[in-house]
């Protein structure tokens, strides 16, 4: 069965320093969505790409953050420097026909990070 | 605004007893309404989505769902937990411009022997 792929699983770094974070969605999945997921509390979405053009970086904290999906399929994340509040899941989802008011959203087990 | 409220933080329940998890929305039009389950250190697995018609919507690992539009409510009932049931579970609404989705706070299920 197709998955979405996420690396690494789990992450530790020191404030100030960059991480980034990679996603592989399932393939021929046209849009991909990365959420943050702050513990005890839902995934909100940072951001949302339709192919390789960003269709929702609404709530993408952009002075630290940025994401990238050059060829439309694997897609980074990336945080630089990263602060305490930083602290999260990051869960990445795709899902298949952008031409529908709904499509099922296919979760990845995300990447736990830690910000020292 | 969409928005989904969980009032349950965390709920325990005795391994074979009934299962309620409450979820109440705000939303302009007629939701899409979901439920997903999150086990430690996963993602999230869809339990069971609601768009429209019958109201009592079933699932997957026995759970069903009952939209009550008159009490903006899409509560989440499995008539006997098992063990493996124990995880975080989320309500959501999906606003159907842009595919996006606005999750609850979540509500930790514990099951005990």
């Known amino acids: 069965e197709a998955e979405v792929a996420q690396s690494p699983r789990y992450k530790i770094t020191e404030k100030s320093q960059a991480v980034a974070f990679w996603c592989d969605p399932i393939s021929g999945h046209a849009t991909l969505y990365w959420y943050r997921q702050i513990l005890g509390q839902g995934p909100e979405l940072l951001v949302q790409f339709q192919d390789e053009s960003v269709v929702d970086d609404s709530q993408l904290p952009k002075d630290r953050f940025s994401a990238e999906r050059l060829k439309g399929v694997d897609s980074t994340l990336k945080i630089q420097p990263a602060e305490l509040g930083d602290s999260a899941m990051y869960l990445c989802a795709s899902s298949l026909d952008p031409g529908r008011s709904y499509n099922e959203q296919f979760f990845g087990p995300g990447t736990r990070l830690t910000v020292l | 605004a969409q928005s989904v409220t969980q009032p349950d933080i965390h709920i325990t329940v005795s391994e074979g007893a009934s299962l309620e998890l409450r979820c109440n929305y705000s939303?302009?039009?007629?939701?899409?309404l979901f439920w997903y389950v999150q086990s430690p250190g996963q993602g999230l697995q869809l339990l069971l989505k609601y768009f429209s018609g019958d109201t009592l919507v079933q699932g997957i690992k026995g759970f069903e769902a009952e939209f009550k539009r008159s009490q903006s409510s899409f509560n989440l009932r499995k008539p006997s937990v098992h063990w493996s049931d124990a995880a975080e579970y989320f309500c959501a609404v999906h606003s159907n411009t842009g595919n996006q989705f606005y999750f609850g706070t979540g509500t930790s299920l514990t099951v005990i022997p």
């Open positions: 939303y302009g039009a007629t939701p899409y």
